[in-house]
């Protein structure tokens, strides 16, 4: 059966790019982005997901920029969050159909539980875990395990769209 449930307390001129869903010690906590662009930062927004009611509470927001890329920055084109709550975020400079492209992944920081109440510790500098020159990453997974990666997904506009897998050996 499908289902649908609506974001909270959405402010008008929110552009989301970005959703995660996690189980953290037991509770499904669910981390949205609104992208933000040039000067204007990213806001990240947490809250509970409660299965039965389809519905999430609210918990808190924290707004960040990223360092690269600049210029026609989106500072979150997409989130993910570990079941130990790390949370990882892409970024993407898009100047047109036709790039350039520039592209990196961050952790941003951690959501953490204490008692029933999240915790967001974001991180006070973003290192570029990955970066790219050429693509405009917007789409990311987590793979865990011995043999696990992180898959990136590009739209190069014009220039088509990759897949990339990050950290497999041959």
């Known amino acids: 059966m499908l289902k649908e449930f609506s974001l909270p307390e959405i402010i008008q001129g929110n552009n989301f790019e970005a959703f995660g869903l ?5 509770k499904l906590v669910a ?40 210029g026609n920055v989106r500072h979150i084109s997409d ?17 047109g159909d036709d790039g350039p492209f520039q592209s ?17 510790r974001q991180n006070s500098q973003f290192v570029p875990l990955y970066r790219s020159d050429y693509h405009k990453i917007e789409a ?11 898959i990136l997904g590009t739209d190069d506009e014009n220039l088509g769209s990759y897949v990339y897998i990050l950290g497999v050996s041959s």
């Not at 996690?22 to 037991?26: A, L």
């Not at 709550?85 to 892409?90: A, D, F, H, L």
């Not at 990196?104 to 967001?120: D, E, F, P, Q």
Request: charged residues 15%.
């Open 22 to 26: 996690q189980n953290i010690d037991g």
């Open 79 to 95: 989130i993910k969050v570990d079941p130990v709550g790390i949370v990882y975020i892409t970024s993407a400079s898009d100047a």
């Open 140 to 150: 990311m997974e987590l793979v865990p395990g011995a043999e696990g990666s992180v």
């Open 31 to 70: 981390i949205w982005g609104h992208r933000g662009e040039g000067e204007q930062p990213a806001t990240i927004f947490w809250g509970m997901f409660d299965l039965a009611k389809y519905q999430i509470t609210l918990a808190g927001s924290a707004n960040l920029k990223v360092p690269f890329p600049s």
């Open 104 to 120: 990196a992944v961050y952790v941003a920081g951690y959501l953490g539980l204490r008692g029933n109440k999240i915790v967001w």
